[in-house]
């Protein structure tokens, strides 16, 4: 994804939702990638996996799954918590969303369809979310994990603090 008003780029692996971008564009590109992957891999991208996905990339901020399970129900998809459980676990596992374990909460993912190690900024203030590129193998965890003979496959960083957004609102 690109900041300031630029094209997305769904292989860029910057930060986003802090920094004002062509949000349209973000969603448009998201959604495309994960039609195209579900037809390259013969998934069903059923009417309510697009309308979660959907809803994820309207903000950029984690949703809770009873919210999540709101929207869909004001959508006509039904109140039964299972069909968003079922559409957050679809989109997780095929690459389009992850979840913030720190708000239990799940988030669109900004770079679908790329290798990545995601690390999430949280503004404990407004809850928005960026994810940006984090590099394990390169750190004191990948160390340790070598050192103790440990593969790491995934690693999932998570720091909170506050948005430049809210930082100016706390010095102003």
């Keep these: 994804m690109t900041r300031g008003g630029g094209t997305p780029n769904p ?17 448009a590109s998201a959604l495309t990638a994960a039609e195209e992957h579900c037809e390259s891999a013969g998934l069903r991208f059923t009417p309510v996996r697009r309308k979660a996905l959907e809803i994820l990339l309207q903000e950029h901020r984690a949703i809770g799954a009873y919210e999540m399970l709101d929207r869909l129900r004001d959508a006509g998809f039904g109140s039964q918590p299972p069909v968003a459980y079922r559409a957050l676990e679809f989109l997780v596992a095929n690459g389009f969303a992850h979840k913030i374990e720190r708000l239990n909460a799940f988030i669109a993912c900004a770079h679908p369809g790329a290798e990545h190690s995601p690390a999430f900024m949280i503004c404990r203030m407004c809850q928005a979310v960026a994810e940006a590129q984090s590099a394990p193998s390169r750190d004191g965890l990948g160390d340790a994990a070598r050192a103790a003979g440990f593969q790491i496959e995934r690693t999932v960083v998570e720091a909170e603090g506050i948005c430049p957004s809210c930082a100016e609102k706390v010095d102003a």
């Design 11 to 27: 292989g860029s692996l910057e930060a986003v939702a802090f920094e004002t971008h062509d949000h349209a564009g973000c969603m």
